[in-house]
């Protein structure tokens, strides 16, 4: 069973940067296909971003180009988020997530961290 | 992007009753399409993959139809731990996008 095990709460002031990991246990990271979800406070779900390993790229959300990296260290089992240029609006909880391929380019977001909440304020 | 659209946005029910929830597709997704359930201050759970599969674990009483651009998740005979947000999510472009979310209240 994989579990996700993200960092702690950050509170940064506009126009810096965040950097949220997010810890795999129960599975190795290369086998995984992890993206990114955030959730503004009493709002939906936004996808941001996430690896699809069958073609090595990684996608992100066009809202989000250019301020958006997702890295991973391998040897660490551990993903990244890094968000810059941060505005007001990017005050959510952010999740890590798995990707689950079950065959038939079926895809679904099974495991989740249990969230990192980044608050933008001045 | 694929526009997700859900319906109702809000829903009041009884512990006991069968409601449904309506998800509509901007374009076409044959049945590329994931249910979610979220309870306050948790990760979402996912319930239904690709339409109508239920996940391992899920209650029965969960079940999803549809195909195309219409789908419709069913909830029977509601039980307390049912009272959630709902949201529904394709899977057939890589920019993936949610449903806005329908919050299943206690009436």
């Known amino acids: 069973q994989v579990q996700l095990v993200q960092s702690g709460a950050e509170v940064k002031k506009p126009g810096a940067s965040v950097k949220v990991s997010c810890k795999v246990s129960?599975?190795?990271?290369?086998?995984?296909?992890i993206h990114w979800v955030r959730q503004a406070l009493g709002k939906g779900l936004e996808w941001m971003g996430g690896f699809d390993p069958e073609d090595g790229e990684t996608f992100y959300a066009q809202k989000l180009q250019g301020r958006v990296t997702l890295t991973e260290d391998t040897s660490a089992d551990t993903a990244y988020l890094e968000l810059s240029s941060l505005r007001s609006e990017d005050t959510a909880m952010y999740f890590c997530t798995t990707r689950r391929y079950t065959g038939a380019y079926l895809y679904y977001f099974d495991s989740w961290g249990q969230g990192t909440l980044v608050t933008v304020s001045s | 992007d694929i526009q997700m659209t859900q319906s109702p946005s809000s829903l009041s029910a009884s512990v006991g009753d069968t409601v449904a929830i309506s998800c509509r597709a901007s374009?076409?997704?044959?049945?590329?399409l994931n249910w979610y359930q979220q309870k306050p201050g948790k990760a979402p759970k996912l319930l239904i993959h690709?339409?109508?599969s239920l996940q391992s674990g899920v209650p029965s009483r969960f079940s999803g139809s549809g195909s195309g651009t219409n789908f419709t998740l069913t909830i029977n005979s509601l039980q307390p731990e049912d009272f959630a947000i709902y949201y529904c999510?394709?899977?057939?472009?890589?920019?993936?996008?949610f449903g806005q979310g329908t919050k299943l209240e206690i009436k």
């Open positions: 999510q394709q899977s057939y472009s890589i920019f993936y996008t």
């Open positions: 374009q076409h997704i044959t049945y590329y």
């Open positions: 129960g599975h190795s990271l290369t086998e995984l296909s």
């Open positions: 690709a339409a109508s």
